[in-house]
């Protein structure tokens, strides 16, 4: 990112949905470090007030506890508004298969009255958290933006409705909009905790406390793990690149490689190991597959480092590094 760009972020005033969750808070705290005018939106259904706490230290920062089911509160979060960084969503495969209909309420009722409130208060930008369950039952590898498959579960279908939605809200309403299709995004702040708790988090408080994690199927299934710092890149790129095809477009937001669950498991005992050499003899332990999982996953990154000027500094084992520390540190 040039000085140019940096202080565009300085002058702007941005919104983040989701503040007070693991992606939300991480954005925020980088914004307010770089000198931008943050406003956070949440009802804590998933996030945590203790994620907000570095922010609420910041006189830049304001929060405002609301729900974006609610289209006063939107409108409310979107006075003045420069950006829109949209996190807020009920995450979890499984959470959307035992209930579709609060998923579909939050992503996609909520992702709508935020598009329309983004609309009314004139944004510049609306950057949105779009997923790569949206390539479904596609088994071209690496997964590219432009072919898609069809959605496994109502999560996957929330999250590409979102995704024209966005492109309607272009060419009805001349909303700009950038999506970011994350893949399995991990890091500081991603709570361990609750049932639909993402599997990095919820193996290392398993590792810390000896008790043996369970790997849904044979551990052979493949994720692009990708780092917060990487997310938190690729979404500062979204709200300042000015290459003329940048907007209006969806972009993985990936490292561009695939770890095993097995691998995962092994890097994970490997510096855990180096905190608590007993964590090395925890057995891993195997049950069935969950409905709804896509086999593999890996993203092509190179649309976004074309338009984006997207440069991925942390790969699997440098973010676990980083992660596993933060847990350490933190649990």
Not at 209 to 223: H, V
Not at 231 to 251: F, G, K, R, T
Request: glycine share 8%; proline share 4%; hydrophobic share 35%.
């Amino acid at each position: 990112m040039n000085t140019k760009q940096l202080e565009q972020l300085r002058s702007s005033k941005i919104l983040v949905t989701g503040a007070a969750g693991f992606i939300g808070s991480n954005l925020c705290e980088a914004l307010l470090e770089i000198g931008s005018t943050v406003v956070g939106l949440d009802n804590f259904a998933t996030g945590h007030k203790k994620n907000l706490a570095l922010c609420n230290e910041n006189p830049n920062f304001t929060f405002i506890e609301g729900d974006i089911r609610n289209l006063e509160d939107c409108h409310k979060a979107c006075e003045n508004i420069d950006y829109v960084l949209h996190e807020a969503a009920l995450g979890s495969v499984p959470r959307s298969i035992n209930d579709p209909i609060t998923s579909n309420d939050v992503n996609v009722g909520g992702f709508l009255n935020m598009l329309v409130a983004s609309r009314d208060a004139g944004v510049k930008r609306f950057i949105y958290a779009a997923s790569s369950s949206t390539y479904g039952d596609s088994k071209a590898l690496p997964k590219v933006e432009e072919k898609i498959g069809n959605p496994l579960s109502p999560y996957a279908i929330t999250k590409y409705v979102n995704e024209l939605y966005a492109n309607n809200f272009k060419k009805t309403y001349d909303l700009d909009t950038v999506g970011l299709r994350y893949f399995n995004v991990f890091g500081r702040k991603q709570d361990p905790n609750g049932a639909y708790a993402a599997v990095i988090p919820k193996f290392v408080m398993q590792f810390m406390k000896y008790d043996s994690p369970i790997i849904n199927g044979d551990g052979l299934f493949s994720r692009d793990f990708t780092y917060i710092d990487n997310v938190i890149q690729m979404n500062l790129l979204a709200m300042v690149s000015d290459h003329p095809d940048a907007l209006n477009n969806v972009y993985n937001t990936a490292y561009g490689e695939r770890t095993t669950l097995n691998e995962l498991t092994t890097l994970l005992k490997e510096y855990l190991g180096e905190y608590d050499e007993k964590i090395k003899n925890v057995d891993v332990k195997f049950g069935p597959e969950r409905k709804g999982d896509v086999p593999h996953s890996l993203a092509s990154v190179e649309k976004a480092k074309t338009f984006l000027g997207y440069n991925p500094e942390f790969d699997i084992k440098e973010g676990l590094k980083e992660a596993v520390k933060w847990y350490w540190e933190n649990l």
